[in-house]
Structure formats: C-alpha cells, structure tokens
C-alpha cells in the first residue's frame, strides 16, 4: 500500500526503481559469506538500513546535513542492486557501480536523476562532511554486524579481520572508539 501512494505520487513510472530497491533485500554481504562461511548473512538492504539509522544519529550529534547524509546512506550501495555485493577480492568495481547506478536512475526525472548521482558521487568521492561521516558510519555498521556474529557463536578469531579493516578504515575519533568497543 505504501508503495502504490508512492507511484501515484510521483510524476515519473519509478516501479522500476523501486523494484531495485527491493531487489537489495535478496543480495547477501558476500564478505560475511566468503570469510566466514555463512550460508544466510545479512542483506545489502539489513546493511544499508543499519547504515542510515547509525549515519541520521550521528550526522544529528554533529550537526551535519542529516538529509543529506540519509539520501546518500540510502544511495550508498544502491548500484548493488544489480551487481551484487562486490568486495575487495573481486577487483575494481567502480566502473561497473558506475554502470549499475546510470542504469536504477535513469528510471527517475531528470532532477531527481542529478540529485541522487550528485550525492552518490558525494560518497564515492568523499568529497564531504556528510560522506567522510558515511564512510566511516559504514565501518561501523561491519564491526556491530561482526559483534552479533561473535554474539550469536561465530569465532572470534574469524570475526577479527572486520573489526581490524573497521579501525583501519574510519578516521572519525568517535567512531574508532565505537569500534572498539564492539571488538572488545
């Protein structure tokens, strides 16, 4: 029902788009897959939901643009829709994001279209405060996932590398002691 008021409310035919927001709800975090052998871990859309939760408070704590910053965390691994959680070990993904990200907005207006790809490139780019915060909001989320991983039986030892490339990857000082707490 939320959905059919969404498509009456919008100029433009976005069944498409939503239909690829819909869609990260069946691609799993394969790096929880790959590194730890899990047959169901979270989705991209558990992850990105987490993300924009985690990114409204703090954004909000630090007095930055909240819209902003949740537009870009709802955007942030949209392309993953169609090319599937990638991670490092796949290689450069970035030209195949690209891709995927002009193909899921090109369902949009025009305006609506810059926007999103403005703030998506925002993010990529890490061009500001709002991104550098969503970045390191990102890393956040991975090591609170590794410690319900930890939480619910998964070993330590494997769950250790998220926690490490989450220190090592955030520079915000209030989120590396947020890391830190979940490795501890």
């Known amino acids: 029902m939320v959905i059919q008021v969404c498509l009456k409310a919008t100029p433009e035919n976005s069944d498409l788009f939503f239909e690829y927001v819909l869609n ?17 871990p979270e989705s ?12 409204m408070v703090l954004s909000d704590s630090k007095k930055l643009d909240s819209e902003k910053i949740l537009k870009m965390a709802i955007l942030h691994d949209l392309a ?3 090319t599937g959680d990638l991670t490092p070990e796949d290689g450069p993904k970035q030209k195949k994001e690209d891709a995927a990200m002009k193909k899921i907005l090109s369902t949009l207006n025009p305006p609506i279209r810059k926007q999103y790809w403005l703030l998506w490139n ?3 780019k ?17 090591a ?37 707490r979940q490795k501890h």
């Open 80 to 82: 993953e829709s169609i």
């Open 44 to 55: 991209v859309a558990d992850h990105a939901y987490c993300v924009a939760a985690i990114a």
């Open 144 to 180: 609170m996932q590794a410690k319900q991983y930890q939480k619910m039986g998964y070993s330590r030892k494997k769950l250790e590398q998220f926690f490490d490339s989450a220190l090592k990857k955030s520079n915000d000082l209030q989120i590396k002691k947020m890391i830190l």
């Open 24 to 40: 990260l709800k069946t691609k799993p975090r394969r790096g929880w897959q790959k590194k730890l052998g899990l047959k169901n």
């Open 126 to 142: 890490n061009t500001t405060r709002e991104a550098k915060l969503l970045h390191d909001v990102d890393k956040l989320e991975m």
């Open 122 to 124: 925002q993010y990529k």
